[in-house]
């Protein structure tokens, strides 16, 4: 049996895909248990300092797998279940301090946009399409849509995605923020692999942490919030990475003056 998302781990970087091509990478049952086994994999290695989330096929995420759960459940607490399992893989991935990047190509619709969401850099193929399209079938947002759309473009610019069919261009997310860069679709991945190997090549640990506290900021008054930064950045003032950046530094600025 193919597993419905793979992960392999290289020199720090933790490479996820997406691994339903034949259903447009759609979440079933499967593939929600394997979302939050794998990405409690991801956080909770030594090893990985950045992750690459993408999709196999010609779609990043069409959501939930509709036509699975027109035939395999019963009752709206199965399909509350699945929901609250996704859940789970979703906010450990946002509270970690591993930065993510993300791939986008093809379709990424429904619950497929609450996983797009986890990202904290996304680059976009030229002929990548982003929506939500819930209403569509019936349903109401999930996934962390409501929670993090808004936050990401506006609650107006949110609401025209969520109370209508409306699928961006990728010129349109990067217009809105959504995403950060828009390749050619060929160049998607490599691009994407290249951000990540960016954030492996430098401070690895502070891009961590910075995800951390931009990620949680939302939980903490603003009194708190700069508490947290004062308390990050005195710790990181201890590591040998810091002192190690800073002494070259100092020294680079010396040169400079001398020279």
């Known amino acids: 049996m193919t597993e419905p998302i793979l992960l392999s781990v290289e020199d720090g970087l933790a490479r996820v895909t997406l691994n339903r091509p034949e259903r ?3 979440f079933n049952a499967a593939m929600a248990r394997a979302w939050e086994g794998v990405i409690g994999e991801v956080i909770g290695r030594d090893d990985v300092g950045a992750m690459l989330l993408h999709g196999s096929g010609p779609a990043f995420c069409a959501g939930g797998d509709v036509a699975d759960m ?9 399909l509350e279940e699945l929901a609250h399992q996704i859940n789970r893989g979703i906010l450990a991935l946002t509270e970690s301090t591993v930065p993510v990047v993300l791939a986008s190509h093809g379709a990424t619709a429904g619950g ?8 904290d850099y996304a680059v976009a193929g030229r002929g990548a399409k982003i929506g939500s399209r819930y209403a569509n ?5 999930d996934l962390s849509v409501t929670a993090q759309l808004a936050r990401a473009v506006g609650e107006r610019r949110a609401l025209q995605l969520v109370l209508t069919d409306r699928m961006l261009t990728a010129d349109e997310a990067l217009e809105w923020g959504l995403v950060a860069e828009v390749v050619d679709d060929a160049e998607v991945l490599a691009r994407a692999e290249e951000v990540a190997r960016g ?22 008054s603003f ?23 800073i002494a070259a530094f100092l020294e680079a600025s010396r040169r400079r003056r001398q020279g």
């Open 24 to 26: 447009l990478n759609a």
């Open 70 to 78: 027109a035939t395999t459940m019963s009752s709206g607490a199965e």
């Open 112 to 119: 497929g946009l609450g996983i797009f969401l986890c990202s």
């Open 137 to 141: 079938m019936g349903l109401t947002p």
């Open 199 to 220: 954030w492996l090549g430098g401070a690895t640990r502070a891009y961590g942490q910075a995800k951390r506290l931009v990620r949680s900021a939302s939980g903490r």
């Open 223 to 245: 009194e708190e919030q700069l508490a947290t930064e004062a308390h990050s950045i005195g710790e990181s003032f201890e590591t040998a990475d810091a002192k190690g950046r």
